[in-house]
Every structure is written in structure tokens, then in C-alpha cells.
């Protein structure tokens, strides 16, 4: 069993920045892709940005191109979300997850709260 050890979320203000980070506990095919989903009060969990070893080809939900990038450090199992002009919107709890490939998730962090306030 892989574990996901996510770090970094916090309260910012508006157009701040945070980087959150997740660190899987080994490396399987299993973790191939890796990234974050977050979950909004009274929204549905969303998929906001992923990379896949071999090739590091990357997926960004729309409303974070061009703020939001991740990276990955294969040598420690690890993968990064540098956030930047934070809005409000934004506010989630944030998910870090591995899988096969992006639709085929099979490990979940524990969350991590990110608050943007106006």
C-alpha cells in the first residue's frame, strides 16, 4: 500500500502564493501519474492539475492555467503545486492522488485546507 504524504496548504490572501507538495511513500506503476484534485463546500471534487513519469506530459484544469504548475522530483516519489495569483475561488481542501493514469486513481492524501481570503 502507497502512502501520500501531502504538506503546504495555509490561508493566504488574494493574489498570494503556496506551494503544496506530496510525497508517495515508493514508486509503482500504480503511481505513474500523480497531482491534485480539490473540493470546494458544496461543490464536487474536481481535478486540477496532474504529471506522468515518462515523458512528464501535464494536465491543468482551466481555471488554473497560467497560475498553477506542477512538478515532480522522481528521485524522492514527489510531486509539486506552485500556486500563484491565488483568488478566493481557489479555496478548497486539496487532494493530492496517484494512479495508472489520471482517470485510474488509486491512492488519496489525507487533504490539505487551502483558504484565499478577498
Known amino acids: 500500500q502507497v502512502q501520500l504524504v501531502e504538506s503546504g496548504g495555509g490561508s493566504v490572501q488574494a493574489g498570494g502564493s503556496l506551494r503544496l507538495s506530496c510525497a508517495a511513500s515508493?514508486?509503482?506503476?500504480?503511481?505513474?501519474?500523480m497531482g491534485w484534485f480539490r473540493q470546494a463546500p458544496g461543490k464536487e471534487r474536481e481535478g486540477v492539475a496532474s504529471?506522468?513519469?515518462?515523458?512528464?506530459?501535464?494536465y491543468y484544469t482551466d481555471s488554473v492555467k497560467g497560475r498553477f504548475t506542477i512538478s515532480q522530483d522522481n528521485a524522492k516519489n514527489t510531486v509539486y503545486l506552485h500556486m500563484d495569483s491565488l483568488k478566493p475561488e481557489d479555496t478548497a481542501i486539496y487532494y493530492c492522488a496517484a494512479g495508472r493514469s489520471w482517470t485510474r486513481i488509486y491512492y488519496w492524501g489525507q487533504g490539505t485546507q487551502v483558504t484565499v481570503s478577498s
Open positions: 515508493a514508486y509503482t506503476y500504480r503511481t505513474n501519474c
Open positions: 504529471i506522468c513519469t515518462g515523458g512528464g506530459s501535464t
